[in-house]
């Protein structure tokens, strides 16, 4: 899967990724001590959504656009909240047309309180130059060019010993949905006890299958599944998009029951939302 983001920024998956962490970081503030997020595939950061290549595609217009648009149902507006309010930091006319589009990070640093962190890694020289470049002025961030991969396992744990860990490969290699099983494992036992938030794509199921089955098979005790389909009208691109979230909070799946069918409503005609427990520790 070749995925340059600013072509897909703001897109249905990334209002299905980002309104779930921002949840998840929203829910992270509700205690008085620091927490620190660590985002391994950062991007740029930000997004004009009336550059090129974000008007090529025009995918922002079936996602966020649609969203700011849509009148939600009162829990799934409750609960969406955060998010909301995180883009209205950069589009403050709800009633307009969104011109810019925060990327994880962003998301983040929205919700964040002055004593939380944010590390944010990209390798990409053109994503990392325009991720240092924004990420400048705000003390809680540092902009790493490093590799996700390499970053996952070097700033873990943190020294908070709580936190959120945000990872969102750009899935170009073809052995990615094999090999990441065995990455999030790894970097589960150095931090039993952070929340960690894979996103991925879907095409057909046997990547999201196989790295579902990895995560089980690694014995990791709490697996919540949450996955938005775009129905059989979907076309030749993605087909989905799904989160695995470890350790999630307490009451996130109740939240997501809630969330996941009213996304789909607005950004899925014909298509639909799933939440599973893939492992579910008692």
């Not at 648009?69 to 589009?91: F, Q, T, W």
């Not at 400048?136 to 709580?162: C, F, H, M, Q, V």
């Not at 899935?171 to 090999?179: Q, T, V």
């Amino acid at each position: 899967m070749n995925y340059r983001h600013s072509f897909h920024a703001g897109n249905f998956a990334d209002v299905h990724k980002h309104a779930v962490f921002a949840c998840i970081v929203n829910y992270m503030t509700e205690k008085p001590a620091a927490f620190r997020v660590l985002d391994t595939h950062a991007g740029a950061g930000l997004y004009d959504l009336t550059a090129e290549e974000a008007e090529r595609t025009g995918e922002w217009r079936g996602g966020i656009g649609r969203l700011m648009a849509a009148s939600m149902p009162p829990v799934a507006e409750d609960i969406l909240g955060p998010y909301r309010a995180a883009l209205a930091r950069v589009n403050p006319e709800p009633a307009s047309p969104p011109t810019v589009y925060l990327g994880s990070s962003f998301v983040a640093l929205a919700l964040m309180r002055p004593q939380d962190r944010l590390i944010a890694c990209e390798l990409e020289p053109g994503a990392a130059e325009a991720l240092s470049g924004n990420l400048a002025r705000d003390r809680r961030a540092k902009a790493i060019a490093i590799d996700g991969w390499t970053a996952l396992p070097a700033y873990l744990p943190p020294k908070e010993r709580r936190g959120v860990v945000l990872i969102d490969p750009p899935y170009e290699k073809p052995d990615e949905f094999a090999r990441l099983p065995g990455r999030i494992a790894a970097a589960y036992r150095k931090w039993p006890t952070g929340i960690y938030v894979v996103w991925y794509p879907i095409k057909d199921r046997k990547g999201p299958d196989l790295l579902a089955q990895g995560l089980v098979e690694a014995a990791i005790p709490k697996l919540l599944r949450s996955e938005l389909s775009l129905g059989p009208g979907a076309g030749p691109g993605l087909a989905g998009s799904g989160l695995i979230i470890i350790n999630p909070p307490w009451r996130l799946d109740g939240q997501l029951s809630a969330l996941g069918p009213a996304l789909a409503d607005v950004l899925a005609p014909g298509g639909g939302a799933s939440l599973d427990w893939l492992a579910h520790e008692t």
